[in-house]
């Protein structure tokens, strides 16, 4: 016995299919859908200069040092590469895998050694409020 599970119908759509979601009946076009963010490389920050970035930025980092290594994250200038846990001093494990920071307000970066490399995320995602 052949059976189809669902109907071909405007009443009647699944939600998880990609079709679905890409074209809207009621609308009639076509629909961008966002897949997520991409990461922008930012380079390898060089632990005696640092490194400027927006407010707000989603940073992940990859830590190649082959030992644990910080990154500070300030609003001012940092004077000095981070070399232990403080305000403002986080750690970057060498785990081979990427550990995310927020810059929230501040907008300045320095690492502890130049072989953090940092990653930005870049989302187009706006949030829109309609009246």
């Avoid at 490194?51 to 004077?79: C, H, P, R, T, W």
Wanted: proline share 3%.
């Amino acid at each position: 016995m052949n059976t189809k599970r669902n109907k071909d119908s405007n009443l009647y759509e699944d939600g998880h299919a990609i079709k679905n979601l890409e074209y809207n009946e009621a609308a009639g076009a076509k629909k961008t859908v966002e897949v997520g963010g991409a990461l922008e490389y930012l380079g390898a920050v060089d632990a005696f200069a640092g490194m400027k970035v927006e407010a707000g930025a989603q940073l992940y980092i990859l830590n190649l040092s082959g030992a644990l290594g910080y990154i500070a994250i300030s609003d001012a200038v940092i004077g000095a590469a981070p070399a232990a846990p403080a305000e403002g001093i986080f750690p970057v494990f060498d785990s081979g895998e990427f550990t995310a920071y927020s810059t929230g307000s501040n907008t300045n970066i320095r690492t502890s050694v130049a072989t953090l490399h940092v990653y930005k995320l870049v989302d187009s995602t706006v949030v829109r409020v309609n009246p």
